[in-house]
């Protein structure tokens, strides 16, 4: 059944309200934490960069924020952990707190490969707040300072996240009835 924002029939699983909450205590709690870092937020293109937006207002500390753009090798839904770079951050990162803002773990090899490629790169430390986290698909464990929300094994999309593109503006996060084989 088609819907106002796309074709595939939705189902609500975390509504604007949940989202917004969730969000503020995030970024409550890093302000608390991280206060006196010398702090980078590297958000993830394109997924995170609703999560980034909203996060970054409820961090009250002086930061400064960067992208990296990736893609996931391959068309299924489950990703190989190759990780093409689509766009590198504009600065070094050298002796910075670098906390990592993604929208969703799901298998932990795309945030694996990130974390490598990060590393070399000297930063004082690598943080990660992911908004949501897919535990049953783990195939490798990464560590997740800061996480929104656990969900179940569905394909979700909404608040950043796409099925093929679409859905990025949606302002909830909801799965998608019929589970997609390929995205
Ligand atoms: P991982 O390498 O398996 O952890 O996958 C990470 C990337 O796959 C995420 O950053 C998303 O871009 C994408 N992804 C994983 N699960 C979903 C989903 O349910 N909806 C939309 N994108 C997803
Ligand atoms: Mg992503």
């Known amino acids: 059944m ?16 949940e989202i917004k909450n ?3 205590e995030l970024g409550e709690e890093i302000t608390k934490d991280l206060k006196g870092c010398d702090l980078t937020l590297v958000s993830i293109l394109k997924g995170s960069f609703m999560f980034l937006a909203d996060l970054c207002r409820y961090i009250r500390l002086p930061i400064s924020v960067d992208f990296m753009g990736v893609r996931s090798y391959g068309k299924r839904t489950e990703t190989s952990g190759i990780v093409e770079i689509t766009q590198d951050l504009s600065s070094p990162i050298e002796d910075k707190d670098i906390l990592i803002v993604e929208d969703i773990i799901d298998t932990g090899l795309t ?5 490598d490629l990060l590393r070399i790169r ?14 049953a698909r783990t195939r ?15 394909f979700v999309v909404g608040y950043g996240l796409d099925f093929n593109e679409k859905y990025r503006n ?4 909801a ?6 084989a390929f995205i």
């Open 122 to 135: 000297r930063p004082r430390s690598i943080r990660i707040c992911a908004l949501l986290h897919k535990p």
């Open 170 to 173: 949606l302002p909830y996060i």
């Open 2 to 17: 088609a819907n106002s924002w796309g074709e595939e029939k939705l189902t609500v699983l975390l509504t604007e309200e």
């Open 140 to 154: 490798i464990t990464v560590p997740i300072h800061y996480l929104g929300f656990t969900i179940p094994d569905k």
């Open 22 to 24: 969730r969000v503020r």
């Open 175 to 180: 799965y998608i009835e019929d589970e997609p």
């Open 111 to 115: 945030m694996a490969y990130l974390l």
